[in-house]
């Protein structure tokens, strides 16, 4: 079985400081991880995604995301807020081979980013 | 294009009525969801489509109906739904239904049901 927890539910930063969102994960067999983006009232907008590929991924907008298999985490971060990045992030996972969630996406809770002038 | 379209973008309907949501891409996805997302909360998979057989139903009542008419498109049929069936319906394709592939998704149907 997979599962995610995002570990916190809301983040606040002042614009043009670093974001850092943070996400573990459970899996029993080899993990996709996503983070998703979803701006008020809109759907999901794919961020980045980790594979089995280089463990540090760069995404769209700035942000990034490292893959560490010893602590199950798959953190987001950002060096430099923008007003615009105000929105909810989802941590997801996806079992690639195997397992009874084969294919399906298991997400997070979610955490809100709030970023003040 | 990476674009997964969906309409309308607002529905209300009575619990006697029967509309129809639709979604629709052109990616040459083999994967379509419909995915209900209710107020502060993830999206909850409801059915799977792939190569356009119905591969997963997530137990979802059968006032919900779906149908995928053709690799590109995917139609929930709503029929006798209730109040708390009110929540933001969201399609998405991926290239197949696998995990490695990334699921695009629509901007969603905010539907209410009075």
């Known amino acids: 079985a997979q599962s995610v927890t995002q570990l916190d539910s809301h983040v606040s930063v002042s614009e043009g400081t670093p974001v850092l969102l943070r996400c573990n994960y459970s899996?029993?067999?080899?993990?996709?991880l996503f983070w998703y983006v979803q701006h008020p009232n809109k759907g999901l907008q794919l961020l980045l995604k980790?594979?089995?590929?280089?463990?540090l991924v760069k995404g769209i907008n700035g942000f990034e995301a490292e893959f560490k298999k010893s602590e199950t985490s798959f953190h987001l971060t950002k060096p430099s807020a923008h007003m615009s990045d105000a929105a909810e992030y989802f941590c997801v996972v996806s079992e690639s081979a195997g397992g009874t969630s084969y294919g399906k996406l298991t997400f997070g809770q979610g955490t809100i980013l709030t970023v003040h002038p | 294009d990476t674009e997964v379209t969906q309409t309308p973008k607002h529905l209300v309907m009575g619990m006697t009525n029967k509309k129809s949501l639709k979604c629709e891409q052109h990616m040459g996805h083999r994967a379509m969801y419909w995915y209900k997302q209710k107020a502060k909360k993830p999206p909850e998979l409801m059915f799977v489509y792939s190569y356009e057989k119905l591969s997963i139903n997530e137990s979802v009542p059968s006032r919900f109906s779906p149908e995928c008419p053709n690799s590109s498109l995917l139609n929930l049929h709503l029929h006798a739904l209730q109040p708390e069936d009110s929540a933001l319906y969201l399609c998405?394709?991926?290239?197949?239904?696998?995990?490695?592939?990334?699921?695009?998704f629509g901007p969603g149907t905010r539907l209410t049901v009075t």
């Open positions: 899996s029993s067999y080899s993990p996709s």
């Open positions: 998405a394709s991926s290239q197949a239904f696998w995990g490695r592939y990334e699921q695009y």
């Open positions: 980790y594979t089995s590929a280089a463990t």
